[in-house]
C-alpha cells in the first residue's frame, strides 16, 4: 500500500533526525536541507540511500539535486512509490 | 597410475605480530587547503581528517615496507629468513617490474622466499590475509609476510580535489604462521564493476605518446564512492562475521580501511556493531593510506589501549577496482 504525503514526511523526518541529530518536529515542508537544516552533500546522500530503502523508490542522482526543500522530497517519493 | 602429491598444512594459521611505518612528516589541512580553494572546517567536517603523514621525497614505498616489516618480524618472534612468502600490497611502487616484494625479501633476509605484489588498493591488506592464510593451511608456506605499503604522495595532484587531500604515506606489516586454533575466519570478497570511479588519471601509454601530458595522478568519483563503502560494504562485513561463525555481539574492534570517518560511523552503525566495540579511527591523524590503513589503525588501537592481543577485530578492505575483502581475525 502506498504512503499518504503525511506518512512519508513522518518517515524521513526520522531519517533526517537519525542522521543530523535534530528534532524530527524541526524537518517540516517548507525547511531547506542545505540552508535551513544544513545538510551538506554527504548527509543528503546518505538521507536518499535510507529513503530509498524505507519507502522502497529509486531516487536517480540526477533527481536529487531538484529535491531542494523537504516538501519536494515528500512530493517526489510519494509520486515514486505508485 | 601416477597421481600428484598434494600438501597439507596446519589446520589453523594465525597473525603472529604486527609492525607499522608512518611517513615522516605531519601535513595539515590547511597545508593542503590552498590549491583546492578548501579549508581545514571543510576537510574536517567531511572526512574526519585533521593531519595526514606523508613521507620525506628521500624515503621510498620499499622504505616504509622495509620499517614496518622489521617491527613486524619482531614482534612476531621469527627471523627473516624463516619467511618463505612475501606478499606485498601496492598500487605505489613506482616500477611496474620488478615487483617490490622481492627486494623487500632480499632486505629483510629472506633472499630466496617466494615474493610477489598484489594490487588491490585499499583492499590489499585483507587480500594479503587471505592468500596467507590459504598458504599456511594448504601448507605451501609456513611463515607468510604481509605487508601493505603506500607512498600515495607520489601520486597526488595538489590541485585535486577529488581524492588528493585525503592521502597519507605508510606501511603495515603482519607475519601469519600456523596456528593451534581457529584465528582467521573465511574472507568475504569480490569486485564490482566500477573502473572510473577510483582510479588513476590516464596511462603511462599518453605520458610516452604525448610528452606534454602530465604525470598520472589519482582521482575519484567521491560521491559513488561514500554511497558504495557506506551501503554495501556493511553487507559484506556482517557475512564475513557470519561466515566466521560469530555475531556482532562476539567482536570486540572494527577496523574498517581509513577512507572516511563518515563512511567508517556509518558503517558500524548499520552492520549492529555494539557500543562496546572499539572502533579504528587513525584515519583522524593518518589520513587515507590505502593498503596500510588497516594495519596503521590497528597497531592504534593498540597503542591507545583499546584492544590486546586476541581480541577479535572485524576488518575491511574496499576501493580502487573496485574490489573489496572482509574478514574477522583474532589481533596478534
Ligand atoms: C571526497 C569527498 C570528501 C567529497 O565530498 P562531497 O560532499 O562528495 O563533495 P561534492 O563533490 O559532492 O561537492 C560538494 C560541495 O563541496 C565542494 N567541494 C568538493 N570538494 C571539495 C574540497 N576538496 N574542498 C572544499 N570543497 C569541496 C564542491 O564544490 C561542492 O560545493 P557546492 O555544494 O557549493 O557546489 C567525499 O565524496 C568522500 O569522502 N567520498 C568517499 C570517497 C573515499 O573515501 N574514497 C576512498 C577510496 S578507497
Redesign the interface.
Same mark, same amino acid.
Given at each position: 500500500m502506498a504512503l499518504s504525503e503525511k506518512e512519508v514526511l513522518a518517515g524521513l523526518a526520522e531519517i533526517v533526525a537519525e542522521e543530523t541529530g535534530l528534532d524530527a518536529a524541526e524537518v517540516t515542508g517548507p525547511k531547506s536541507f542545505t540552508d535551513d537544516l544544513d545538510i551538506?552533500?554527504?548527509s543528503m546522500?546518505?538521507i536518499v540511500?535510507l529513503a530509498e530503502e524505507k519507502f522502497s523508490v529509486r531516487i536517480p542522482?540526477e533527481d536529487v539535486k531538484n529535491l531542494v526543500t523537504v516538501a519536494d522530497a515528500v512530493a517526489y517519493m510519494t509520486k515514486a512509490q505508485s | 597410475m601416477t597421481v600428484i602429491r598434494t600438501t597439507k598444512g596446519p589446520e589453523y594459521a594465525r597473525l603472529m605480530g604486527l609492525g607499522v611505518a608512518r611517513g615522516e612528516v605531519t601535513v595539515t589541512n590547511d597545508d593542503v587547503a590552498g590549491p583546492i580553494d578548501s579549508s581545514d572546517e571543510w576537510i574536517q567536517? %567531511?572526512t574526519g581528517i585533521v593531519t595526514r603523514m606523508r613521507a620525506k621525497p628521500e624515503t621510498s614505498v620499499l622504505d616504509l615496507a622495509e620499517r614496518a616489516s622489521r617491527d613486524a618480524l619482531i614482534a612476531a618472534g621469527i627471523e627473516g629468513r624463516a619467511i618463505d612468502t612475501v606478499i606485498f600490497s601496492t598500487i605505489t611502487h613506482p616500477q611496474m617490474t620488478p615487483a617490490a616484494a622481492p627486494e623487500l625479501g632480499a632486505r629483510l633476509g629472506c633472499p630466496t622466499a617466494a615474493a610477489f605484489d598484489i594490487s588491490a588498493a585499499c583492499a590489499g591488506y585483507c587480500y594479503g590475509i587471505a592468500q596467507a592464510d590459504a598458504l599456511v593451511r594448504s601448507g605451501q608456506s609456513t611463515y607468510v609476510l604481509v605487508v601493505g605499503a603506500e607512498k600515495m604522495s607520489d601520486f597526488v595532484d595538489p590541485t585535486d580535489r577529488s581524492i588528493s587531500f585525503l592521502l597519507g604515506d605508510g606501511a603495515g606489516a603482519v607475519v601469519v604462521g600456523p596456528s593451534d586454533a581457529p584465528a582467521i575466519g573465511p574472507t568475504v570478497w569480490g569486485s564490482k564493476d566500477g573502473a572510473e570511479f577510483v582510479r588513476m588519471t590516464h596511462s603511462w601509454l599518453e605520458v610516452r605518446d604525448d610528452p606534454t601530458t602530465p604525470f598520472p595522478t589519482l582521482v575519484q568519483e567521491g560521491?559513488t564512492v $561514500?554511497?558504495w563503502a557506506? $551501503?554495501e560494504m556493511p553487507d559484506a562485513a556482517a557475512k564475513a562475521i557470519e561466515a566466521a561463525g560469530l555475531t556482532p555481539a562476539d567482536i570486540q574492534a572494527f577496523i574498517p580501511h581509513q577512507a572516511n570517518i %563518515?563512511i567508517i560511523d556509518?558503517m558500524a552503525k548499520r552492520i549492529g556493531l555494539p557500543d562496546t566495540v572499539a572502533i579504528g579511527r587513525d584515519i583522524v591523524d593518518s589520513g587515507n593510506t590505502s593498503a596500510a590503513s588497516i594495519p596503521l589503525a590497528t597497531e592504534r588501537l593498540f597503542r591507545d589501549g583499546q584492544v590486546k592481543s586476541g581480541d577479535l577485530a572485524l576488518q575491511i578492505g574496499f576501493g580502487a577496482g573496485l574490489v573489496f575483502a572482509a574478514q574477522v581475525v583474532a589481533l596478534p
Amino acid at each position: 500500500m502506498a504512503l499518504s504525503e503525511k506518512e512519508v514526511l513522518a518517515g524521513l523526518a526520522e531519517i533526517v533526525a537519525e542522521e543530523t541529530g535534530l528534532d524530527a518536529a524541526e524537518v517540516t515542508g517548507p525547511k531547506s536541507f542545505t540552508d535551513d537544516l544544513d545538510i551538506d552533500s554527504l548527509s543528503m546522500m546518505t538521507i536518499v540511500t535510507l529513503a530509498e530503502e524505507k519507502f522502497s523508490v529509486r531516487i536517480p542522482d540526477e533527481d536529487v539535486k531538484n529535491l531542494v526543500t523537504v516538501a519536494d522530497a515528500v512530493a517526489y517519493m510519494t509520486k515514486a512509490q505508485s | 597410475m601416477t597421481v600428484i602429491r598434494t600438501t597439507k598444512g596446519p589446520e589453523y594459521a594465525r597473525l603472529m605480530g604486527l609492525g607499522v611505518a608512518r611517513g615522516e612528516v605531519t601535513v595539515t589541512n590547511d597545508d593542503v587547503a590552498g590549491p583546492i580553494d578548501s579549508s581545514d572546517e571543510w576537510i574536517q567536517q %567531511r572526512t574526519g581528517i585533521v593531519t595526514r603523514m606523508r613521507a620525506k621525497p628521500e624515503t621510498s614505498v620499499l622504505d616504509l615496507a622495509e620499517r614496518a616489516s622489521r617491527d613486524a618480524l619482531i614482534a612476531a618472534g621469527i627471523e627473516g629468513r624463516a619467511i618463505d612468502t612475501v606478499i606485498f600490497s601496492t598500487i605505489t611502487h613506482p616500477q611496474m617490474t620488478p615487483a617490490a616484494a622481492p627486494e623487500l625479501g632480499a632486505r629483510l633476509g629472506c633472499p630466496t622466499a617466494a615474493a610477489f605484489d598484489i594490487s588491490a588498493a585499499c583492499a590489499g591488506y585483507c587480500y594479503g590475509i587471505a592468500q596467507a592464510d590459504a598458504l599456511v593451511r594448504s601448507g605451501q608456506s609456513t611463515y607468510v609476510l604481509v605487508v601493505g605499503a603506500e607512498k600515495m604522495s607520489d601520486f597526488v595532484d595538489p590541485t585535486d580535489r577529488s581524492i588528493s587531500f585525503l592521502l597519507g604515506d605508510g606501511a603495515g606489516a603482519v607475519v601469519v604462521g600456523p596456528s593451534d586454533a581457529p584465528a582467521i575466519g573465511p574472507t568475504v570478497w569480490g569486485s564490482k564493476d566500477g573502473a572510473e570511479f577510483v582510479r588513476m588519471t590516464h596511462s603511462w601509454l599518453e605520458v610516452r605518446d604525448d610528452p606534454t601530458t602530465p604525470f598520472p595522478t589519482l582521482v575519484q568519483e567521491g560521491q559513488t564512492v $561514500f554511497k558504495w563503502a557506506s $551501503f554495501e560494504m556493511p553487507d559484506a562485513a556482517a557475512k564475513a562475521i557470519e561466515a566466521a561463525g560469530l555475531t556482532p555481539a562476539d567482536i570486540q574492534a572494527f577496523i574498517p580501511h581509513q577512507a572516511n570517518i %563518515r563512511i567508517i560511523d556509518q558503517m558500524a552503525k548499520r552492520i549492529g556493531l555494539p557500543d562496546t566495540v572499539a572502533i579504528g579511527r587513525d584515519i583522524v591523524d593518518s589520513g587515507n593510506t590505502s593498503a596500510a590503513s588497516i594495519p596503521l589503525a590497528t597497531e592504534r588501537l593498540f597503542r591507545d589501549g583499546q584492544v590486546k592481543s586476541g581480541d577479535l577485530a572485524l576488518q575491511i578492505g574496499f576501493g580502487a577496482g573496485l574490489v573489496f575483502a572482509a574478514q574477522v581475525v583474532a589481533l596478534p
